[in-house]
T-cell receptor, first 115, second 112 residues
Framework: DVKVTQSSRYLVKRTGEKVFLECVQD?????MFWYRQDPGLGLRLIYF???????EKGDIPEGYSVSREKKERFSLILESASTNQTSMYLC??????????????FGPGTRLTVL | SQQGEEDPQALSIQEGENATMNCSYK?????LQWYRQNSGRGLVHLIL?????REKHSGRLRVTLDTSKKSSSLLITASRAADTASYFC????????????FGRGTSLIVHP
């Protein structure tokens, strides 16, 4: 059974703190993604990675960075958390992209609150 | 940029009824996917329909795709309370990066 896990389901941090969100997949997928989900806005892509040490910006990368040192792990970093980064963060993975098989597998999400 | 837009935003029905959700998009696509999200959880893939397909079935789910109208519909037949969730369409633009772009979703409530 395929699995994407995220390090925390709920997280509360203070403004200015450095925050690490970890995501691990056990499916040997090449692609990994970080989204944030806010009411009324749907899912917005923050960053994605096609391979180890590769990263590309999504639609809303400002205020975030990522790290992919190993194929199975993709970390999202908030260098200095701000209240407008309070959100649900979803990690996903997919096999090497093709035109017809880009189904994504999602983790359970991390609900981050920045006070 | 957001490609797919679901309609309606919210849908409330009784158990046993059919639920229909629609998705419209703006540019040519390679494929269109539907996902379900239970409250506070991650998304689960339901079905993928390719741009050269018109209809696809999976259990109680029926998806249609009309590329001339740039729209898709998801029909859930004989709905159950367990179908209560948000449903998202995700489109993959032709000539794009093969990364699906998600809409804002339809919130479905099925009353027992």
């Amino acid at each position: 059974d395929v699995k994407v896990t995220q390090s925390s389901r709920y997280l509360v941090k203070r403004t200015g703190e450095k925050v690490f969100l970890e995501c691990v997949q056990d499916m040997d997928h090449e692609n990994m993604f970080w989204y944030r989900q806010d009411p009324g806005l749907g899912l917005r892509l923050i960053y994605f990675s096609y391979d180890v040490k590769m990263k590309e910006k999504g639609d809303i990368p400002e205020g975030y960075s990522v790290s992919r040192e190993k194929k199975e792990r993709f970390s999202l970093i908030l260098e200095s958390a701000s209240t407008n980064q309070t959100s649900m963060y979803l990690c996903a993975s997919s096999p090497r992209r093709t035109r017809f098989t880009n189904e994504q597998f999602f983790g359970p999400g991390t609900r981050l609150t920045v006070l | 940029s957001q490609q797919g837009e679901e309609d309606p935003q919210a849908l409330s029905i009784q158990e046993g009824e059919n639920a229909t959700m629609n998705c419209s998009y703006k540019t040519s696509i390679n494929n269109l996917q539907w996902y379900r999200q239970n409250s506070g959880r991650g998304l689960v893939h339901l079905i993928l329909i390719r741009s050269n397909e018109r209809e696809k079935h999976s259990g109680r789910l029926r998806v249609t795709l009309d590329t001339s109208k740039k729209s898709s519909s998801l029909l859930i037949t004989a709905s159950r309370a367990a179908d209560t969730a948000s449903y998202f369409c995700a489109t993959d633009e032709s000539g794009g990066s093969y990364i699906p772009t998600f809409g804002r979703g339809t919130s479905l409530i099925v009353h027992p």
